[in-house]
Every structure is written in C-alpha cells, then in structure tokens.
C-alpha cells in the first residue's frame, strides 16, 4: 500500500497570495514528481526530482518552484497565485532502482483561486 | 512527441454487461504502457504494467492487452464499484536516459457501471 500524502485537500485563495502544497512519502522512494489535471484532462508533469537537492521542470511550463531537501519532502511553491492556477495537483513517487516502477500517487490537493 | 488517446471519454453499462476501453498511442519505442483506475477526489491508482506486444494481464474483472498500436482494457461482468475514471499512460524508452519514469497520459474513460 503506498504511503503518500498531500496537504491541505482543497485549498481556496485569493489572488496574489504565496502558497505552498505539501507532500511527503514514507517508502524512501528516490524519485518523485508534481503532476496537474484538471476536470477531465490529462495529467501533466509539471516538476519531478531524481532525489535530494535534484529538481527539474517537466512537459508543462509552471510558474510553481520545488525543493527537495529530505528524500521524503517534496513541497511546491507559488510565489503569487493567480485565478489560472485553478486545478488539482498530484503528486508522486516511484523507486529509483527499477525504471518500470509504478508510480505511487497521493490524493492530491484542490487549489481554487479566486 | 509521444501521444496516448482514449476512447470512449464515457461509457456507461449496465451491471454485467461485458466492454472494452481502448487506449491508442503514438511513441518512441515503447518501455512500458500503464494502466491506473482513479476515483472522484482521489489519486490514481496503479493497476497493471505492460511490456510488449501480445502481453496480457488480468486482475479481478479487469483484464489488459497491448497491441503494437493500442492496449484494450476489458471489463467483464462490471459491478458498481468497478465505476471510477481509467487512464492509459506510456513510458517511452527514450525516456531511460534520463529521468526514466517519465509517462504520457491519455485523457482518461469515465466509466459508469448502474446496478
């Protein structure tokens, strides 16, 4: 069963304030993602880090930040929240030692921005 | 660019009534294609990983195929809690290199089983 938690579920702000989204794992997983989807769209990666003090932005520009400084951490920023933030964001972790790993999903956090 | 479409966006069946989801996709040099089940308010679910062509898995009700082209999600004898969104996503092997893990994901099928 995968271990994987995002705070808070839902979220409502206005517009201009800084946010962060938590996650956190608990299966020691190296690897770990941001994903966004809105209703009935794809998801779309958004950050993702290879492990500790390694990020990188994924498919989809984001004006969201990441840091990765535990192995279990893996917070995501907005500096300044916008009504086109509005969306869900997941996120995710897999094993580094197997390639064809799984990912393991949280439930993910609802941002409305009003 | 790796693409993954799904059809039908929505299905809607009545309890026992057999069907398939299909899951098309365009990609450079397949690794592996997955299959997640995802509820309202909720994360996705894994639900199998498939490798190459003439592969099939099965759990429950659920069974996945993988064509050169395409992986079918069979259904069979759905019940009411086999309701929920199913995604497709690719892993392509150019992906290895790098951050490995890296998937495409297709739109998704809203399936609605009624008792």
């Known amino acids: 069963e995968a271990d994987i938690y995002q705070t808070p579920r839902y979220l409502v702000i206005g517009t201009g304030k800084k946010i962060t989204l938590e996650c956190s794992q608990t299966m020691g997983h190296d690897k770990m993602y941001w994903y966004q989807q809105d209703p009935g769209m794809e998801l779309h990666l958004i950050h993702y880090s290879y492990g500790v003090n390694s990020t990188e932005k994924g498919d989809l520009s984001s004006e969201s930040t990441v840091s990765r400084i535990r192995t279990e951490h893996f917070p995501l920023t907005l500096e300044s929240a916008r009504p086109s933030h509005t969306s869900q964001y997941l996120c995710?972790?897999?094993?580094?030692?197997?390639?064809?790993?799984?990912?393991?999903f949280g439930n993910g956090t609802r941002l409305t921005v009003t | 660019e790796d693409q993954v479409t799904q059809s039908p966006e929505a299905l809607r069946l009545q309890e026992g009534e057999s069907s398939s989801l299909n899951c098309s996709y365009t990609?450079?040099?397949?690794?592996?294609l997955f299959w997640y089940r995802q509820d309202p308010g909720k994360g996705p679910e894994f639900l199998f990983t498939?490798?190459?062509a003439g592969e099939e898995k099965e759990k429950e009700r659920l069974k996945a195929t993988l064509t050169k082209k395409e992986s079918f999600l069979h259904i069979t004898a759905p019940k009411p809690e086999d309701s929920a969104t199913y995604l497709c996503a690719v892993q392509a092997a150019a992906e290895e290199n790098n951050a490995g893990n890296m998937l495409t994901f297709g739109g998704g099928t809203r399936l609605m089983v009624k008792p």
């Open positions: 990609v450079s040099g397949l690794r592996g």
């Open positions: 498939l490798y190459s």
């Open positions: 995710a972790s897999s094993p580094q030692i197997n390639r064809n790993s799984p990912l393991h």
